[in-house]
């Protein structure tokens, strides 16, 4: 089937950020106002972007406009492409103010909680002509954007699959098991394997974590079901739940320990081989971006390691 053709000329940044103003404020006079325009120049500009794209964006109504189906779709690549437009706006002028460039790092919840924001900011000491923009995602997330050209660098707990990428070690970590205070569990220190705990109901994070997809794999092993209770996106919520009293958790032992200090929760070790646990650094296997590249090596070089290890307590 032959796709559309849109004459691209035609379609204005003012013209896309009137459409998204529109989408938000559901009003063409708040729209035309927020988008510095007069109301019937903001809408002959909307009339005029409809007929270029051969689709109404929007239902009229006196009460507003409301999306059409074609209104969500053009809304949705409107806003990245103005969240585009903005960023190399951004990068353009920390050009001129002396910053040389943006490195962007993809990271996993577990890398940040426990190793990267002492790094970062040693490198943003050694090297402040260099901006580092840090996102925090679920593992497979973060190599999915490493993939997608998202990201310069991805850091995450080994797991999701490296095909294509170029990956070294990045820190080690371990996992425990979190628990509330009273619990059955709570009392000895030796460690537990986690198929002896499967009787209980478990909080964890949000699909597409590597620590999720470890427990579902070790209670599938097991052949036993994992009462999966509650699903939130954050250790600190995790916790919060296991201090109510809702189920019990597994945790980074770096990143959870002030949490379980603060919420007087108890925490005791696993047994199984999989809480001990590697984190990798990755790039694109055809990275040659000499500023990227230093970047990795000083993430990953052995001076850092030390100096960024999870302090015991």
């Not at 074609?70 to 103005?82: D, E, Q, S």
């Amino acid at each position: 089937m032959a796709s559309a053709s849109y004459n691209l000329a035609r379609f204005d940044l003012v013209s896309i950020r009137l459409a998204v103003a529109c989408a938000q404020t559901g009003s063409l006079t708040a729209a035309a106002r927020d988008s510095h325009l007069a109301l019937a120049a903001a809408s002959r500009r909307l009339r005029e972007l409809e007929s270029a794209l051969g689709d109404s964006l929007f239902e009229r109504h006196a009460r507003g406009l409301l999306l059409t189906p074609a209104g969500r779709i053009f809304v949705k690549h409107g806003l990245t492409l103005l969240q585009t437009m903005a960023q190399l706006g951004t990068e353009l002028t920390d050009l001129r103010q002396g910053v040389a460039r943006h490195i962007s790092l993809c990271a996993s919840s577990a890398a940040i909680s426990q190793f990267l924001p002492p790094l970062l900011a040693r490198y943003a000491q050694q090297q402040p002509q260099v901006h580092v923009e840090l996102e925090e995602q679920v593992s497979e997330a973060v190599v999915s954007a490493l993939r997608e050209g998202r990201a310069d660098l991805a850091v995450f707990v080994e797991g999701p699959d490296t095909t294509g990428l170029s990956t070294r070690l990045f820190r080690h970590d371990e996992l425990v098991l979190v628990l509330p205070q009273g619990h059955h569990l709570a009392g000895p220190t030796t460690p537990l394997h986690f198929a002896d705990a499967l009787d209980e109901e478990w909080i964890s994070l949000t699909a597409g974590a590597a620590m999720l997809q470890m427990q579902q794999q070790a209670a599938l092993a097991a052949k036993r079901p994992f009462k999966l209770r509650m699903q939130v996106r954050s250790f600190d919520a995790v916790c919060h739940m296991v201090a109510s009293g809702l189920g019990i958790a597994v945790l980074p032992k770096g990143a959870s320990l002030p949490l379980l200090k603060a919420m007087k929760l108890n925490c005791r070790p696993l047994a199984d081989g999989w809480a001990q646990r590697r984190l990798l650094l990755a790039t694109s296997a055809t990275e040659s971006d000499q500023g990227v590249m230093a970047f990795a090596a000083f993430l990953t070089q052995p001076s850092q390691n030390a100096k960024a290890r999870p302090r015991k307590q």
